[in-house]
C-alpha cells in the first residue's frame, strides 16, 4: 500500500507558478505509475500528467494537451516524491489537485485505473 499526501497548492496570478509535490509513504514508491489529476468546481476529475516508475534514460512522460509545455512532471524515488512544476498558468487551471498511484503503465488518464490518491491540494488562478 502507498499513501498519498499533497502540499504546494494556493494563490497564484495568471501567467504565474506553483510547484506542487506529492510524498508518498511506504518502500514501494518506485513500484508505481505516479499521476497527477486535477478537479474544477461543478466539473469532472480529469487527467493532467503521468510518470512511470523509473525515470532512468529520462522515463516515459505523460501530458494532457491543456497543459502540454507550461507543466512538467517529475519523481524522486530516493525521495518518495513526486512533482508538479506549473508555468504560465491559467484561470482554467483552477481546481484541486491530486496525486494518484497504480501499478501499470496503461490507460494513465483514467481516474478509475488508479488505486491511491492523496486528499487533494486547491490551485486558485486569478486574472
Known amino acids: 500500500q502507498v499513501q498519498l499526501v499533497e502540499s504546494g497548492g494556493g494563490l497564484v496570478q495568471t501567467g504565474g507558478s506553483l510547484r506542487l509535490s506529492c510524498a508518498a509513504s511506504?518502500?514501494?514508491?518506485?513500484?508505481?505509475?505516479m499521476a497527477w489529476f486535477r478537479q474544477a468546481p461543478g466539473k469532472e476529475r480529469e487527467f493532467v500528467a503521468a510518470?512511470?516508475?523509473?525515470?532512468?534514460?529520462?522515463?516515459?512522460?505523460y501530458y494532457a494537451d491543456s497543459v502540454k509545455g507550461r507543466f512538467t512532471i517529475s519523481r524522486d524515488n530516493a525521495e518518495n516524491m513526486m512533482y508538479l512544476q506549473m508555468n504560465n498558468l491559467r484561470p482554467e487551471d483552477t481546481a484541486v489537485y491530486y496525486c494518484?498511484?497504480?501499478?501499470?503503465?496503461?490507460?494513465?488518464?483514467?481516474?478509475?485505473?488508479?488505486?491511491?490518491w492523496g486528499q487533494g491540494t486547491p490551485v486558485t488562478v486569478s486574472s
Open positions: 494518484a498511484a497504480k501499478p501499470q503503465w496503461s490507460a494513465v488518464t483514467r481516474t478509475d485505473e488508479y488505486d491511491y
Open positions: 510518470i512511470t516508475r523509473s525515470t532512468w534514460s529520462g522515463g516515459r512522460l
Open positions: 511506504g518502500r514501494t514508491f518506485n513500484s508505481y505509475v
